[in-house]
């Protein structure tokens, strides 16, 4: 009991003290420790503050939905249909997790129940395609970021405002469901826009050129068709995020994160971190990216804590991505690793059955010229590709990968270890 109260008297300081910075990052953090304490009055009250301060609907949503949750477990069940229709107001649409939320048990059996969940729309299917050539991809949100970016620079006083009014406040499903599990702020957008004036300047062109690679895009997908007859194709949204994800998925679609693949041979990058660096691509390979990221949208692989479950994931992405585009969204790095496969295996193996990912996935912070971050990737690549190699049925292997369930079983069968090997 002494424990808990130190610990509670700690969060209750971290509160004191960054109250003045509302930071919605902290905001959350303390307040899902608070949740887990099982203190939901004050975890209540931190999700409300988070509520308020986020910039992005998917983030007020999840905010008000937890807010929802504390107020159910004390039974204050006018106070927590109040917050749940609100986060549903914000965007909130998944269903299934309320239905199975038991921290709503209190709420059940009743007509203000039964009418909440009236309000959760059907899961749209004209998002998610069976057949590739249906496939919309939605590129408004780049023309909208650079007719905010020209006004703001014109108007630098007005900078926020100008991207709020002209970029934000129009942004499609899909750029919203990007920013709110991908940038912290329109603050943090905005520091990132500004610090690098030359960079921006000089990918315009390059952006703008997606509808030059839609051919490329399209036969990448009815390639995957080909191989897996189970495939679902979902729309593509192309955003300008702040240099933090270059392609992630959502239920509306795959979201990709177009200033971090619009790289050309005379893009200035003098004014990109050491770290945004690593996260850039070229612009030729944006229909490798796009094909990495619809792997991604397919698998139906188990969740895992062990390295060795996130790199096979992220590997199998670039494998079989280069099955259908014709090659990785990860060149430079399956060429760095060209002579160096026993000494990186080595390292890993140190890793592959704990939690440590962040030593082989998006550990750009670790890297250096010699020491290149997300090796994980090739290391899940090369896995993929053993097990690929020595399948007879090919298309039931692809089957396979995207359903791990076992990923000791999966490297096992994989045939990697001995290939390994064989090498010199």
């Not at 069940?77 to 709503?104: E, P, Q, R």
Request: with cysteine; net charge positive; hydrophobic share 35%.
């Amino acid at each position: 009991m002494r424990h808990f109260k130190i610990v509670l008297l700690l969060l209750l300081f971290s509160i004191n003290s960054f109250g003045q910075t509302k930071s919605l990052t902290n905001y959350n953090s303390i307040a899902d420790s608070l949740y887990k304490a099982k203190n939901y009055n004050l975890a209540t009250n931190l999700y409300i503050k988070a509520s308020q301060y986020a910039d992005f609907p998917s983030r007020k949503a999840g905010a008000l939905y937890n807010a929802a949750c504390c107020l159910a477990l004390q039974n204050k069940k006018d106070s927590a249909f109040i917050f749940v229709n609100k986060a549903v107001d914000f965007g909130y649409n998944d269903k299934d997790n309320i239905t199975n939320d038991t921290d709503f048990n209190s709420l059940h059996g009743n007509s203000e129940w039964d009418n909440l969940i009236k309000r959760f729309k059907e899961e749209k299917t004209k998002s998610v395609n069976d057949n590739p050539a249906k496939v919309t991809f939605f590129t408004e949100d780049i023309h909208r970021f650079w007719k905010a970016y020209d006004l703001a620079n014109k108007d630098s006083i007005h900078y926020k405002e100008i991207f709020k009014t002209y970029y934000f406040d129009k942004a499609s499903i899909g750029m919203n469901d990007y920013f709110g599990s991908k940038v912290g702020s329109i603050d943090e957008f905005i520091k990132h826009i500004k610090s690098a004036p030359k960079f921006y300047h000089s990918i315009k062109k390059n952006t703008l050129k997606v509808d030059d690679y839609k051919k490329d895009f399209r036969k990448s997908f009815q390639n995957l068709k080909d191989i897996y007859p189970a495939a679902k194709f979902p729309d593509i949204y192309f955003v300008i995020g702040a240099f933090t994800s270059g392609g992630t998925v959502s239920k509306n679609g795959l979201l990709i994160g177009l200033n971090q693949a619009s790289e050309s041979d005379e893009t200035p990058t003098d004014e990109l971190s050491e770290r945004q660096k690593t996260r850039l691509s070229k612009i030729k390979y944006l229909p490798n990216l796009l094909a990495h990221e619809l792997i991604h949208f397919q698998q139906k692989t188990k969740r895992d804590t062990i390295t060795l479950g996130y790199v096979i994931i992220e590997g199998m992405g670039d494998f079989i991505g280069e099955l259908i585009s014709g090659s990785t969204a990860n060149p430079d790095l399956m060429n760095w690793a060209q002579g160096k496969e026993k000494v990186i295996w080595e390292k890993f193996t140190k890793d592959m059955y704990f939690n440590r990912y962040n030593n082989w996935i998006a550990n750009s912070k670790q890297s250096s010229a010699d020491n290149p971050p997300d090796q994980g990737y090739w290391i899940g690549y090369e896995i993929c590709k053993a097990y690929y190699e020595n399948a007879k049925d090919k298309k039931k292997a692809i089957s396979e990968m995207l359903n791990i369930q076992d990923y000791r079983k999966f490297l096992a069968e994989s045939g990697w270890e001995e290939k390994l090997s064989r090498m010199k």
